[in-house]
């Protein structure tokens, strides 16, 4: 499986971030001069190739959080009582959460995405903005 599958899009890569989720991670996107082509290029590098570099045409980076990473960001089921993460019979990944710490009952959130890492980077930006997840 190619590891754009199994990490975070570069665009929720850039959502977590502005939410200041700490970047720490075993895969990062960076975008980078490649003076040969003479264009930007965004590319994805483990944590050993980004130290290797000498980031002199580095101009931007963003943790390219794995599914394990997400899921670690995740709050434990007693937090939220239900969340969990699926495929569907469609081939889409989502992330469901069920709370009842709502006045009037339970609450239920779902992200939907192509990948599961990027289901699970939806729902941590979504927890993060309703302010039940903070880093």
């Known amino acids: 499986m ?38 930007t290029m965004e590319w994805i590098v483990s944590e050993y190739d980004l130290s290797q570099w000498d980031g002199s045409h580095i101009e931007e980076q963003y943790s390219a959080f794995t599914v394990a990473e997400l899921g670690e960001m995740l709050p434990n089921a007693i937090d939220i009582n239900i969340l969990r993460c699926m495929k569907t019979i469609r081939g889409e990944y989502i992330c469901q959460y069920r709370a009842n710490d709502v006045e009037g009952g339970k ?14 980077a939806k729902m941590v930006l979504y927890l993060v903005k309703e302010g039940k997840l903070k880093f």
């Open 2 to 39: 190619k590891i754009e599958k199994q990490v975070v899009s570069l665009e929720l890569a850039k959502k977590l971030k502005e939410l200041e989720v700490k970047q720490e991670s075993l895969w990062w996107w960076i975008k980078s001069y490649d003076r040969g082509l003479n264009e």
């Open 107 to 120: 609450e239920l959130c779902y992200t939907q995405a192509d990948t599961e890492a990027n289901a699970r």
